[in-house]
């Protein structure tokens, strides 16, 4: 069916590019969703644009407006790409959030944002009811399931696709998202519509995605990685978008082999999971060009990768603050792999280290870095005062330490509240982390500083074992004292099984301060 034809709006408009290969593009493929039994559920661009233009009908049949906020809480699935676009057609706000939420953080979420309703995923609409106990809010199911009064698959069916829907100015926010809380509730980071379509276009454009690539996400899009990295460049491109529920390492290369993938991106841990599994036959047999990546890689795991796999690595440095974008580290030439070598700056996006009175720092001094671009946050929603905070003449100060070489690439040093100082000396705690990683019986770390009347601050290192292997805390210090200076050589050490961690892999350091703290 071809969709009727409609202005496709300002180009700042999220839905803009999906209209417009709907219309220009109808029966190229789209969407294929895979599920991890190997099930593929397919849409072309056309057929994709008119479910979501019927969704976004039969949402405001049931009193969304343009402005509401509707909380998509389900996953990766084909539910979730079906609401985001939906509301982005209604000239609604999205605001996905972390499927691992317990019912307290979604509750949080809901009320703080004012949402219209909530879009459950299959197997989550236990919590979201549980969330939503005495909330006047809308359970809309993904699916058609007993437990909800509302469901996707019927408000589709209601929604008249001529009916028309809320267009919503360039400007006006596009989504929120909700930054992982550690040791206070999470902030709600207001993206606009112009800015986000200059992000997913700024990334399209340094990727060289055309009409013909194919792009693998196994990445969660309620993170602004999997969104404005992944999903929104692709769409902008008019490319074929590949989805999956989540990353598997026995699978991955099935997906890429199947689905002909020119360009993917992981983080760090799934790919250490790839360089340590077996090598199997065809693994270089593939179309993959280019893989981004967020989280630190050595450089020798980076160089392992590439002459593995045959496929290059770009690191991606940016926060959801940032949209994601700031630093990119080039495919090809101009390409420096190394631990924390985040890149220059992306075409269009100023990046600077700065000092306290955040002027620009010459090459090769830690500061802070800044970014500033079209693409950036509006704002904190409903908090005036932590947006002062970050959002300073434009620059968003980003809480990270780093420096610009004289080549014009940027290089990470640490976060701000990681910086130690033990004996009055400024000591990065990811320099304590890097020696103690590299001990062959250890699995991760993370590295803390507690205050002490003395020594300014101890230094404490939790360490996991790797699986298997037997180490004591003097034998962490011992390898460390052999590395590093004595005031860098944690004082205590402790073992753990395990570091609590976002959901993208992230060690929850404020949650670990706390707990040291109390004790």
Avoid at 7 to 23: S, V
Avoid at 492 to 503: G, H
């Amino acid at each position: 069916m071809t969709p009727a034809r409609r202005p496709d709006g300002d180009p700042g408009r999220l839905i803009a590019p999906l209209r417009h290969w709907a219309r220009a593009a109808e029966d190229r493929p789209f969407l294929d969703f895979r599920d991890l039994e190997g099930s593929v559920t397919s849409f072309t661009y056309g057929e994709f644009y008119d479910r979501v233009r019927r969704l976004a009908a039969g949402l405001a049949g049931e009193g969304l407006r343009p402005g509401d906020r509707c909380v998509v809480h389900t996953g990766n699935s084909v539910g979730f790409m079906l609401a985001f676009w939906a509301l982005q057609e209604a000239g609604a706000v999205a605001v996905p959030t972390i499927a691992q939420y317990s019912a307290d953080e979604l509750r949080y979420v809901v009320r703080h944002s004012g949402a219209w309703g909530v879009v459950a995923g299959e197997g989550l609409l236990p919590v979201v009811g549980a969330a939503l106990d005495g909330l006047e809010c809308r359970l809309i199911a993904d699916g058609t399931p007993a437990e909800a009064e509302l469901s996707l698959d019927a408000l589709a069916a209601s929604g008249d696709p001529e009916a028309g829907t809320g267009a919503g100015a360039p400007g006006d926010v596009a989504l929120i998202l909700y930054t992982s809380g550690t040791t206070s509730r999470p902030k709600g980071v207001m993206l606009g519509a112009a800015g986000s379509m200059y992000t997913a276009l700024s990334y399209a454009q340094q990727l060289r995605l055309r009409p013909d690539d194919v792009t693998l996400t196994c990445m969660p899009l309620f993170h602004v990685n999997g969104m404005f990295l992944q999903m929104m460049p692709t769409v902008a491109s008019g490319a074929r978008f590949v989805l999956t529920p989540r990353f598997s390492a026995s699978q991955y290369w099935s997906w890429v082999s199947d689905h002909a993938v020119t360009l993917a991106h992981l983080i760090n841990g799934p790919i250490r999971l790839l360089l340590g599994a077996d090598e199997r036959a065809g693994e270089r047999d593939h179309r993959v060009r280019a893989m981004t990546f967020g989280l630190p890689l050595t450089g020798d795991e980076i160089r392992a990768f590439e002459a593995r796999f045959g496929i290059p690595l770009a690191m991606v440095w940016g926060l959801t603050e940032t949209c994601c974008g700031a630093t990119l580290m080039p495919v090809g030439f101009g390409a420096r792999p190394g631990h924390q070598n985040i890149g220059p700056a992306m075409i269009g996006w100023d990046v600077r280290a700065a000092g306290e009175d955040l002027a620009e720092l010459p090459d090769g001094e830690v500061g802070e870095l800044l970014v500033r671009s079209p693409g950036v946050m509006l704002g904190y929603h409903r908090d005036p005062e932590a947006t002062a905070r970050t959002l300073c003449d434009g620059w968003v100060r980003t809480g990270d330490l780093g420096y610009r070489d004289e080549a014009g690439y940027f290089h990470f040093v640490d976060r701000i509240k990681d910086m130690l100082k033990p004996a009055g000396e400024n000591v990065a705690a990811s320099e304590i982390e890097d020696v103690i990683n590299a001990h062959p019986a250890v699995s991760e770390c993370a590295v803390l500083g507690v205050p002490d009347r003395v020594r300014s601050e101890t230094v404490v290192a939790l360490v996991v074992p790797a699986p298997g292997a037997s180490i004591a805390p003097e034998d962490v210090r011992a390898f460390c004292r052999q590395r590093l200076a004595s005031f860098k050589v944690p004082a205590v050490v402790e073992l753990r099984d395990a570091l609590p961690k976002t959901s993208i892999g992230k060690i929850r350091k404020g949650e670990l301060r706390d707990e040291l703290s109390r004790r």
